[in-house]
């Protein structure tokens, strides 16, 4: 039979799933730290991530949408195009970007190289039996690229891509609503909590 105090020896020796981590809202990239992720990416020619890269950047989208894209949803007959339309699996609300001139270079390079047809998706997996990339993959993927530029791998997570862009737009212009839009969100708060600013700073 088990006591009381057995429980609580037991409990007592249980290591917290979050210690010797950091948790909250992981940060943003700077832009030189951007464009040291991209110079490395570029110089050791990995085609495929740097259209990721890029692409998660601009979109600034969640990691499931971005893993799930297909070819069609950002390129046509090869061509990348420069802005569309995705529906946010999270929301089932629409979001719509724009693909800057070196994502569009990016994007078609990497189509060209791995041969990708319209249906496809834009990231497929190479594991058998999983179509794309997982979004566990991609967060190693991310990982890695935090790691090229000098930064802790601990610090930074996926959503660090997804805020990138939109922490930058709203330090450059301070337009909150166009962070909300940019982002997809439905509610104000929820743009103001993600960006980590005071309220009172946002109103």
């Known amino acids: 039979m088990y006591s009381d105090q057995d429980n609580v020896t037991g409990l ?5 799933w979050n ?9 943003p990239l700077k832009l030189r730290e951007i464009w040291a992720i991209r110079i490395r990416l570029q110089m050791a020619k990995r085609t495929r991530d740097l259209a990721l890269f890029n692409l998660a950047i601009d979109s600034k989208l969640r990691g499931c949408d971005i893993v799930k894209l297909l070819v069609r949803d950002v390129a046509h007959s090869g061509k990348a195009v420069s ?39 834009l990231f497929p997996s190479r ?3 999983s179509p794309h990339i997982s979004t566990r993959q991609y967060a190693r993927i991310v990982k890695r690229w935090v790691a090229l530029a000098g930064l802790d791998p ?36 929820s743009t103001v909590r993600y960006l980590g600013i005071e309220v ?4």
Do not use: C
């Open 154 to 189: 601990g610090e930074y997570g996926t959503h660090t891509l997804r805020r990138t862009k939109a922490t930058l737009i709203y330090r450059r212009t301070k337009n909150l609503r166009a962070v909300q839009l940019l982002l997809g969100h439905t509610k104000l708060e």
């Open 200 to 203: 009172d700073d946002a109103l």
């Open 83 to 121: 802005r569309t339309t995705i529906m946010q699996q999270k929301t089932s609300q629409p979001v719509k970007f724009e693909l800057t001139d070196q994502t569009r270079e990016a994007v078609e390079a990497w189509i060209a190289k791995a041969q990708l047809t319209s249906g496809q998706y």
């Open 12 to 16: 007592a020796h249980l290591v917290p």
């Open 127 to 129: 594991l058998r039996g």
């Open 19 to 27: 210690k010797g981590r950091l948790i909250g809202p992981k940060p």
